[in-house]
């Protein structure tokens, strides 16, 4: 690891008690007074950057811009705890105490009417992706846009994010800035051509010939060549072709793309690609099922894996018929890729049908799809706290099932994406609720409690996990899932000092839990802090339960969420168990 632990030489546990310096208050007003600079051997003053100061008492924070020599101040401050981070444009953003530009930077405690002058913030130029778009014969393609996208974290929403765009110029060039460090997928998209039935027809060399006759003949021209007797011209176009997007280096389908990583103020040049019309597909399938119901059934068409938002380049052309044996289904105009196609009849109990398939050139004819009962999924709402809950506090709430790959729905060409769209259920007042008309699929249960103020879920059961800490995939029925809601947040907090007894300032806390099957992208338990100038530290509603507990002298956003970086942590941390409801004081000394 290139970062230094620090070791821990104690802990002593107490429970959180306010302090006279906690809860004295003045009128008396203080200042932030620092420079800006970039960083490097030969630090540069960074002129006209945003500084802004929020924390205690600030409802709207402060704001002020850096002069010429880089520097600025803020007065008027009360006594608190502040934040001072600064942004301008092709910059990454600032922070005081960051030790890296666009990391997380420390809160600074000020005194009654202290004035502080060393205030110093670095600030980095972001990165930059800039390349040259052609055409397939090889000159400039002007008026292309170009987006960066954002791959996400593993396991995360398999939608690419967007990052950044620009718009080809006379020479086919873009330029792409404000980029934090990271991997992105460069893509391409012709804005000329959107909707499906702007295909282009790739005709055959008979069609052709056949149609060069046809016009010979209208001029009264004797044609020069007549067909054999045995020649015959097809009556379809060999390929239809249209403006799909193109990812970097050249493929027509995200699965293709190759990342681009870009680090700070690091300007990568050269991320050229040719633009080409792309050959699309046409699928058609049939629905089957009882005729009332697949006359009403609805249908959801999206990428499967790593995708665009929808809408993004040609979106296919979706139409149905009535046929004896069901609803046929045609969606004309898709480019290569994995898809799938969702059949979803709201209202009632609900049924549904779902296919994948893989458009790799070629038509596909003969998909198949047979409704089924929707699934249900039951349960109650339970309560543990410091007192009986009042009547009616479940008045009004709700539970819904969202799924993970993205809410929301968007259409055109008659296509629609995204997901069927299932009611939140009501919860009873006696706490019971069934939610029907579900599709399986991964999802996560939200809560809604107008009511239930001071409130909270504490964990949600189903089969013996608790799906508040890991994704719910649906594949049936389910029964007797518990919810337990709590009025009684855990806090955690703290202070670190050092052996000569001075503050551990600006160290970082990571704080994961035991348990390494609940290391992934975006768990509740996997949180961090970082000390203030005085070493004091803060976690508010922590889930019951056994946690490591280590000190960084830096960390990187995201990294907690890496499952081989937690694993190098376990040697130099802490063990730490939290009750439900328990306020605890966890002071830490380091050997430094």
């Known amino acids: 690891m290139r970062r230094r632990l620090l070791l821990l030489c104690f802990m002593t546990l107490a429970w959180l008690a306010p302090t006279a310096a906690d809860t004295h208050q003045s009128a008396a007003v203080g200042t932030l007074q620092g420079q800006i600079v970039t960083p490097g051997t030969d630090p540069q003053p960074v002129r006209r950057a945003i500084v802004t100061v929020s924390g205690d008492g600030l409802l709207h924070g402060r704001t002020t811009i850096t002069d010429d020599t880089g520097g600025f101040i803020v ?85 690419l994010a967007p990052a950044g765009s620009a718009t080809t110029d006379d020479r086919g060039a873009y330029r792409i800035y404000d980029l934090s460090p990271g991997e992105y997928v460069v893509v391409g998209v012709v804005r000329r051509l959107m909707a499906g039935n702007g295909d282009a027809e790739a005709w055959t060399a008979q069609q052709v010939d056949a149609t060069l006759r046809g016009l010979q003949s209208r001029r009264g021209v004797t044609p020069t060549a007549a067909p054999e007797a045995s020649e015959s011209v097809p009556s379809e176009a060999e390929g239809r072709y249209n403006w799909a997007p193109v990812f970097f280096p050249g493929s027509p389908s995200p699965q293709g793309a190759v990342p681009i990583r870009v680090r700070v ?165 006696a706490g019971t609720f069934e939610v029907r008309g579900m599709v399986p699929e991964t999802v996560t249960l939200t809560l809604t409690t107008p009511n239930a103020s001071g409130w909270s879920p504490r964990s949600i059961m189903v089969n013996g996990r608790d799906v508040l800490d890991q994704h719910l995939t649906i594949t049936g029925d389910l029964t007797g899932v518990v919810v337990t809601m709590t009025n009684q947040p855990t806090k955690l907090s703290g202070r670190i000092v050092t052996t000569a007894g001075g503050p551990g300032a600006s160290l970082f806390l990571a704080v994961f839990p035991q348990d390494s099957s609940l290391w992934h992208p975006r768990a509740r338990r996997i949180t961090s802090a970082r000390a203030d100038t005085d070493g004091r530290w803060s976690i508010d509603g922590l889930p019951p339960g056994d946690y490591f507990v280590v000190a960084l002298t830096d960390l990187v956003p995201g990294e907690l969420h890496d499952a081989e970086f937690l694993a190098q942590l376990v040697p130099a941390a802490m063990r730490l168990a939290i009750a439900p409801g328990e306020h605890k004081t966890q002071d830490l000394q380091i050997g430094r």
């Not at 092709?90 to 890296?100: E, K, M, T, V």
């Not at 990391?103 to 600030?123: C, K, N, P, S, Y």
């Not at 992706?129 to 396991?155: C, H, L, M, Y």
């Open 75 to 159: 007065a008027g401050l009360p006594a608190g705890r502040f934040l001072v981070t600064a942004t301008k444009a092709a910059h990454l953003p600032a922070a005081f105490g960051a030790h890296q530009p666009g990391r997380l930077g420390v809160a600074i405690q000020l005194a009654v009417g202290e004035h502080r002058t060393d205030v110093t913030m670095i600030m980095a130029k972001a990165a930059v992706i800039a390349g040259v778009v052609r055409s397939a014969d090889g000159t400039p393609a002007p008026n292309i846009e170009v987006g960066v996208f954002r791959i996400p974290a593993a396991g995360e929403n398999v939608h």
């Open 265 to 429: 103020a690091e300007q990568r040049e050269g991320v050229d690609f040719v633009v080409t019309m792309t050959r699309m597909v046409t699928v058609e399938g049939i629905l089957l099922g009882d005729a009332d119901d697949v006359s009403s059934a609805q249908f959801f068409f999206n990428r499967v894996g790593v995708r665009l938002q929808p809408l993004l380049g040609v979106t296919p052309v979706f139409s149905t018929r009535m046929t004896p044996a069901g609803k046929a289904f045609t969606y004309a105009g898709i480019s290569p890729g994995l898809y799938s196609v969702t059949a979803h009849v709201p209202g009632g109990d609900g049924q549904w049908a779902k296919t994948e398939f893989h458009v790799a050139g070629g038509d596909v004819p003969d998909l198949t799809m047979s409704l089924q009962s929707a699934v249900r999924l039951s349960g109650r709402v339970v309560f543990e706290g410091a007192e009986t809950p009042p009547p009616g506090l479940l008045r009004g709430a709700t539970i819904r099932p969202v799924p993970t790959n993205g809410v929301g729905q968007a259409a055109a060409s008659s296509t629609r994406m995204g997901n069927p769209f299932i009611p939140a259920a009501p919860i009873s007042e």
